[in-house]
């Protein structure tokens, strides 16, 4: 089944302890993307890659760095966590990452920094 | 970052009742997407629109896109209690990778 997945489903920790989420796609999509999802704030992308090791900042990626080592791959990792960074986070791929090209998404990691 | 504002933020109708949502910009786009969102999932993609006036329907919903493509509605015919989600709006542009997403129209339907 063509899907993206991410882990952990819920993840509760305290500031400042590193954390990584997990996301894996396996439809061999070139691009990849982390969003941030907030009541009244909707959806906001953090990080986006176009293509194994190349990756880009969106519109809110301070406090979170990403990698592209492998094409199914895309982690974010969060070095230092804080409070302000409790959310609801979706990893996101699409085949050719064109204004076109839809988006598949993971089920969604609801972080508490605590 | 082009902004897509979405009407009305929350609705709530009776099952069987027509409903329109709307998603609107001061940006042109190349393409506008559909997706739903439901509690606990991420979003599906429902439908892309890409020509100016063009009319998509899936089943029961029937998706436009403005004339000058600025803007977009999403009419749902006879809503059912498994059209309750959030409906979010994603506009693209021109050799631009990245899409702008609105805050989404909260759609519930009682049964």
């Known amino acids: 089944e063509a899907q993206v997945t991410q882990n952990p489903r819920y993840l509760i920790t305290v500031t400042g302890k590193k954390l990584t989420v997990t996301c894996s796609q396996n439809?061999?999509?070139?691009?990849m993307s982390w969003y941030r999802q907030d009541p009244g704030l909707g959806l906001r992308q953090i990080y986006y890659?176009?293509?194994?090791?190349?990756?880009d900042k969106g519109d809110v990626p301070e406090g979170y760095k990403v990698s592209r080592k492998e094409k199914r791959n895309f982690p974010l990792i969060l070095e230092s966590p804080s409070p302000n960074q409790t959310s609801l986070y979706f990893c996101?791929?699409?085949?050719?990452?064109?204004?076109?090209?839809?988006?598949?998404f993971g089920n969604g990691t609801r972080l508490t920094v605590t | 970052t082009q902004l897509l504002e979405q009407s009305p933020q929350f609705l709530s109708i009776q099952e069987g009742e027509n409903l329109t949502v709307y998603c609107n910009s001061s940006?042109?786009?190349?393409?506008l997407q559909w997706y739903r969102q439901e509690p606990g999932e991420g979003p599906v993609l429902l439908v892309t629109?890409?020509?100016?006036?063009e009319v998509k329907k899936l089943k029961r919903l029937t998706f436009q896109f403005g004339d000058a493509r600025k803007d977009s509605s999403l009419h749902i015919t006879a809503a059912q209690p498994g059209d309750t989600g959030l409906y979010l709006c994603?506009?693209?542009?021109?050799?631009?990778?990245?899409?702008?997403f609105g805050k989404g129209n909260q759609v519930v339907v009682i049964p």
């Open positions: 890659s176009m293509n194994v090791e190349v990756t």
């Open positions: 940006s042109v786009f190349s393409s």
């Open positions: 629109v890409v020509t100016g006036g």
């Open positions: 439809m061999n999509h070139e691009y």
């Open positions: 996101a791929s699409s085949l050719e990452g064109t204004e076109h090209s839809p988006l598949h």
């Open positions: 994603a506009g693209g542009s021109y050799g631009n990778n990245r899409l702008a």
